[in-house]
C-alpha cells in the first residue's frame, strides 16, 4: 500500500538525488551518484582488437580488469577526442540477476556533483536529443540549461555491448 | 546457518550421492552384501548427523528408510526393482529435506505428504513406522521399566570437533526417557591447566527405552571414537556395575554414589558391590578379573589395538584423518592471493632487471621460482577427479532410459582424471544435456535397434584425458547418429543457412549447436525443444572450452568437449605487436621461427616439410603500426593440428594470472582473458584455437563471397 501510494505521486517534492555532472562533445550530462564508484585519470588502456569502436579497452583497477566505454561513440556520435581533462567515471551497473559490474566511462572533464529534486526533471522529449531515448532518464533543467540525465543500465547494459561486439566480429568477416 | 548444520549438509548430500550410487548399483545387479551395507551406512549417517543437528523431520524419515534397508541386509526382505525405484524416491526427497534445512525451513505440509507417500511406497509391512509423534514421546509404560544405564565420559576435543554433549542426551529423549541423570565434571582441571576449548564432561544416565543395545550406541556414533561409553542392559547383575565401577576413571566411592544418585543402583547393592570389589584379588599382573564376562559393552580400547584388530578398516580410518576439509571460498582466497604474489614477483623481477643489480636479480629469480611452485600446489589443491561428476550420470541413465523405454548403459572412463573444482562444478549442466539428448534422440527403441543389427541395450560412454595443456571429455553413444540431410533441411527451413549454400560436413554439425535448432521429428518432455545444444556451446566457451561433434549415421555420435586444466593460473608465452604485449598459453607453443617472406602475400610457410598455415595477427588486429624489421611466427598447436601466428616480438615466458573479461566480451572470439603485467598494465591473452578458426572462416567466407555473393554464414 505504501509502496504504490509513493510511486504514484511524482509531486513528492522532497525526492531528491544527487547526480555527477560530466562534459562530453561540449555538452552536459548527469549520471545519478548512486552509479558512480570512482573517477579516475585517463591511462595505460590496452586496446581490444576486433570490437567496436565504442569499446576503447580496458584497464587495471586495482587488480581488476575493467572495460572502458567511449560514450561518445555508443551515442553514435565520433569518438571523443583525448585532452587534458579527460578521466575515466568508474560506474556500477547491474547485470543479470543481482550481478553487478564496474565499467569506466570516458568523458571530457567532470564538473560537479548536484541534487536535483525530482520536479526539476522532465521526461525526455520523443527525438531531438540524437540520443537513443532509453538511454534518457530524464532532462535536469540547471541554470537555464538542459542537462540529460543518463540511464546507465541502458546505456551501459553489458549484454547489449556483447551483442553488438559479436556483430562487429562478424562485419568484419565479411 | 551455522557451521554444525553446514557441515551436516553437506556431509548428507555426499552420503546420499553414495546411497544413491549404491542403490543404481544394486539396480544393475550387483547384488554384493558390501553395497547393500554401504547404502545402509549412509542411511545412517544421515539419521545419526541429523540427530545430531536436532532436525527431526529428516530423522523420522530417515528412520523408516534406514528401517527397509536394514530389513533387505537382515535379509527378512527381497530386493525388487520397484523398492529400489522407492528407494531412489525416498533419496530425492532427503534431498529436498536438505535443501529445506539449508534454507532453515520445515517442510509443509504438502512435502510431508509427499514424503508420507514415498515411505508408504517401501511398503514396510512388518516394521512399525514411527509416525513423527510416536517418535518423539517416550516408550509406554509397559515397556519403560526397562532401564538401562549409559555412562559417557566425552573425549577432550569433542567440542573442537563441533559436537554438543547435551544434543546426544536430546537424541537420547528421542528414544526413550531420561529418568535419571548425573552430570560428571570430575576431570575438569585447575584453573591454570584448564583448556577453555576442551570438554571434561560425563554424564551418567538411568535411561528408560524399548530401543536395543545396538540403537543406543548408535546415538554416540559421532563421538565413539575419542569417547568412553558404556551401556549396561536393563535388569543387569551387579557384577556388571561393578566392572563399570573399575573402568571409569573416577574414584569407586565417588561413581558409586553418582549410580545411586542416578537410580542405577540402591544403597545397598551399592556396599554390596564396592565390598565385592574390595575383596578382588589387585595387582599389577593379575587386574580385576573380568567380572561381567557376559556384559556387551563398549571397550574403550586404545587405538594402536584397534589397527591391528581391525586392518585394513583400520588403515583406512587412519587415510581419512589425513584429509581436512575446507570451505571452499578459503581457498579462492588464498589462489587469488597467489595470483596477487605472482603478479608482484613479476614486478619485483622487471624493477630488478631494470637497476641491473645482480645479487637483487638473483634474489627475484629464486623468489619466482618458489612462487612458481607455491602456485602450482595451491591450483593443485582445487584439483577434483571427474569422477564423480560422471558417476551422478548412472541415476540419470537409468531414470531417463526407463521413462522412454530404452535400454542404455553408462561406461565410464577415465574417472581418475582431475580438473579444477570450479571448473567441474560448470560442467555438470552441458553433460546433463548432452546425455539427455543422447538418450531421447541418439539411442533407438531396442526393436529398432535389433532390427538395425545392433544389440537390444544402447551404450553411453563418458571419458576424460588430458591433452596438451586441456582435459577433453567425450561423451559419445551408439545410437542413430545424425541424419545429415535432415539437419540441413531443418536448417534451411529455420533460416539458419540459405538453400543454395554448400557446406562441409562439420559445418553441417555444427548446425546442431546452433540456437533455434531441434532435429527430433516430436518435441518430447525430455528434450528437444531447441534449447539445449546451443546452451550446450555457450557454457563451454564461458569456461574458455570448445566442443566439436562427430557422428556417423546408423553408429552413433561423439562430443568432444575441450575445457582449460584451470581458470586462474597458466604458464603463458608473452610476445608483442607494436607496443601491445599479447599472452599465448605456452603449452600451445611448439616452435618459434624468424619470419622471413614477409611480403609474400601467401599465408603458408614451409615448416619440415609441411606446408603450415599462419595467420598474420597485425592484420587481423588492424594495427597499423610500421612493421618492424625482424617479424616471427610462433609455430602453436592445437588438438592435433598446427598453425603459425605471425607477430613482431617474442618476449618470452612468465607466470601469467588470469584475470576474468567482462561479460560484454563473452561472444569475442580470439581473446581468451586477460592479466596484468608486472608494469601494472592490462595484456591480453590469445586464444589459440579459436585465432586459428577465425583466420580460417574468413578465408573461407571471403573465398565464397567470391562464389556466391549472398551467403551470411554465422560466425
Redesign the interface.
Known amino acids: 500500500m505504501a509502496k504504490t501510494a509513493s510511486s504514484s505521486t511524482p509531486a513528492a517534492s522532497s525526492a531528491s538525488s544527487q547526480y555527477l555532472l560530466f562534459l562530453l562533445g561540449g555538452e552536459p550530462f548527469g549520471i545519478d551518484i548512486a552509479h558512480v564508484k570512482e573517477i579516475i585519470e585517463y591511462g ?1 588502456l ?6 567496436p569502436d565504442f ?1 576503447r ?4 583497477l586495482r ?5 572502458v566505454i567511449d560514450l561518445a561513440a555508443r551515442f553514435g556520435r565520433p569518438p571523443a577526442k583525448i585532452v587534458r581533462h579527460t578521466c575515466i567515471v568508474i560506474v556500477e551497473v547491474s ?2 540477476e543481482g550481478e553487478r ?1 564496474d ?1 569506466g566511462v570516458v568523458v571530457d572533464s567532470v564538473s560537479e556533483v548536484r541534487e536535483i529534486t525530482t520536479d526539476d526533471i522532465e521526461s525526455a522529449p520523443t527525438f531531438g536529443t540524437r540520443i537513443r531515448t532509453d538511454f534518457i532518464a530524464g532532462m535536469a533543467r540547471i541554470s537555464q540549461r538542459f542537462v540529460i540525465l543518463l540511464n546507465a543500465d541502458r546505456v551501459l547494459s ?2 547489449e ?3 553488438l ?2 556483430l562487429s ?2 562485419d ?3 | 546457518m551455522d557451521e554444525l548444520l553446514a557441515v551436516f549438509v553437506q556431509e548428507s548430500r555426499e552420503q546420499l550421492q553414495a546411497l544413491e550410487a549404491g542403490l543404481i548399483a544394486l539396480d544393475r545387479g550387483e547384488h554384493d552384501p558390501d553395497t547393500l551395507n554401504g547404502v545402509f551406512r549412509a542411511a545412517h549417517t544421515i539419521k545419526g548427523g541429523a540427530g545430531v543437528v536436532e532436525c527431526d523431520f529428516i530423522v523420522e524419515f530417515t528412520h523408516v528408510v534406514e528401517n527397509t534397508l536394514d530389513a533387505l541386509r537382515n535379509g527378512s526382505r527381497e530386493l525388487s526393482p520397484p523398492l529400489i525405484a522407492a528407494l531412489l524416491q525416498c533419496s530425492d526427497h532427503l534431498s529436498d529435506l536438505l535443501d529445506l534445512l539449508e534454507q532453515s525451513a520445515t517442510p509443509d505440509a504438502e512435502c510431508l505428504a509427499r514424503g508420507q507417500q514415498r515411505l508408504a511406497n517401501l511398503g514396510n509391512p512388518t516394521t512399525p513406522t514411527p509416525t513423527p509423534t510416536a517418535a518423539a514421546t517416550p516408550p509406554v509404560a509397559a515397556n519403560s521399566d526397562r532401564h538401562w544405564h549409559i555412562s559417557v565420559r566425552f573425549g577432550l576435543d569433542t567440542l573442537r570437533h563441533g559436537m554438543d554433549p547435551v544434543s546426544f542426551l536430546h537424541y537420547l529423549e528421542e528414544m526413550g526417557e531420561i529418568v535419571g541423570l548425573a552430570t560428571i565434571y570430575d576431570q575438569l582441571p585447575a584453573l591454570a591447566e584448564y583448556d577453555p576449548e576442551g570438554c571434561y564432561l560425563g554424564f551418567e544416565i538411568d535411561y528408560a527405552s524399548t530401543a536395543d543395545k545396538a540403537s543406543i550406541e548408535r546415538v554416540f556414533d559421532f563421538v565413539r571414537d575419542d569417547c568412553l561409553l558404556h551401556i549396561i542392559p536393563p535388569d543387569s547383575k551387579v557384577d556388571d556395575f561393578i566392572h563399570l565401577i573399575e573402568q571409569l576413571p573416577e574414584t569407586p566411592p565417588r561413581i558409586g554414589e553418582i549410580l545411586v544418585q542416578v537410580g542405577a543402583l540402591t544403597e545397598k547393592e551399592l556396599q554390596q558391590a564396592l565390598h565385592t570389589q574390595s575383596q578382588l584379588p589387585h595387582d599389577d599382573d593379575h587386574p580385576a578379573p573380568k567380572v561381567g564376562e557376559i556384559l556387551v559393552e563398549h571397550h574403550h580400547v586404545p587405538p594402536q589395538l584397534v589397527e591391528a584388530a581391525a586392518g585394513k578398516q583400520g588403515k583406512l580410518q587412519a587415510g581419512q584423518n589425513h584429509t581436512l576439509r575446507i570451505q571452499a571460498d578459503k581457498l579462492d582466497k588464498l589462489i587469488d592471493l597467489v595470483g ?1 604474489l605472482v ?1 608482484a614477483g613479476a614486478s619485483a623481477r622487471l624493477l630488478a632487471r631494470e637497476i641491473g643489480q645482480t645479487r637483487l636479480s638473483r634474489v627475484t629469480q629464486i623468489m619466482s621460482r618458489l612462487v612458481e611452485e607455491i602456485r602450482d600446489s595451491a591450483l593443485e589443491l582445487r584439483m577434483v577427479q571427474i569422477g564423480e561428476t560422471f558417476n551422478r550420470f548412472h541415476r540419470v541413465v537409468r531414470d531417463l532410459s526407463h521413462e522412454l523405454n530404452k535400454e542404455v548403459e553408462l561406461n565410464i572412463s577415465g574417472a581418475e582424471t582431475e580438473l579444477d573444482k570450479s571448473v567441474v562444478e560448470k560442467i555438470s549442466d552441458p553433460l546433463m544435456h548432452l546425455v539427455r539428448n543422447a538418450i531421447d534422440h541418439g539411442i533407438e527403441s531396442p526393436e529398432q535397434r535389433l532390427a538395425a543389427g545392433k544389440p537390444a541395450r544402447g551404450k553411453i560412454g563418458f571419458n576424460a584425458y588430458h591433452d596438451s595443456g586441456s582435459i577433453v571429455i567425450e561423451v559419445r553413444d551408439d545410437g542413430a547418429g545424425v541424419n545429415r540431410q535432415k539437419v540441413l533441411k531443418r536448417a534451411i527451413e529455420r533460416g539458419l543457412v540459405s538453400a543454395n549454400q554448400s557446406l562441409s560436413d562439420t559445418e553441417i554439425l555444427n548446425l546442431l549447436l546452433e540456437p533455434g535448432f531441434s532435429t527430433a521429428d516430436k518435441v518430447s518432455n525430455v528434450s528437444g525443444r531447441g534449447v539445449g545444444m546451443d546452451v550446450v556451446k555457450r557454457n563451454i566457451q564461458s569456461l574458455r572450452g570448445r566442443i566439436d561433434m562427430e557422428s556417423v549415421e546408423g553408429q552413433g555420435s561423439r562430443f568432444m568437449i575441450r575445457l582449460p586444466l584451470t581458470l586462474a593460473i597458466i604458464d603463458g608465452f608473452h610476445v608483442a605487436i607494436a607496443a ?1 604485449t599479447y599472452i599465448l598459453p605456452l603449452d600451445s607453443v611448439v616452435r618459434c621461427l624468424e619470419f622471413k617472406d614477409a611480403a609474400s602475400d601467401r599465408d603458408y610457410l614451409d615448416f619440415g616439410g609441411e606446408a603450415l598455415p599462419f595467420v598474420r595477427l597485425r592484420d ?4 597499423d603500426a610500421p612493421m618492424p624489421p625482424r617479424q616471427n611466427v610462433i609455430v602453436v598447436q592445437y588438438a592435433g593440428q598446427k598453425a603459425g601466428l605471425v607477430v613482431d616480438q617474442l618476449l618470452g615466458e612468465s607466470q601469467t594470472v588470469i ?13 581468451g582473458g ?1 592479466t ?1 603485467l608486472g608494469s ?5 591473452i590469445l586464444d589459440v584455437q579459436a585465432l586459428v578458426q ?1 583466420a580460417a ?2 578465408e573461407t ?1 571471403s573465398l565464397s ?1 567470391q562464389r556466391e555473393p549472398a551467403v ?1 554464414q ?2
Open positions: 595505460q590496452t586496446e581490444i582488437p576486433m570490437t569499446i579497452g580496458v584497464i587495471n587488480g581488476s580488469v575493467v572495460p547485470h543479470g559490474q565499467i553489458t549484454d555491448i556483447a551483442e561486439a559479436a566480429v562478424k568484419e568477416a565479411n | 596477487e603478479i601491445s587481423l588486429f588492424r594495427i584475470k576474468p573479461l567482462s561479460s560484454m566480451f563473452q561472444h569475442m572470439r580470439g581473446i586477460a596484468i601494472g598494465e592490462v595484456a591480453l577465425l572462416t574468413r567466407d563471397v551470411n554465422p560466425a
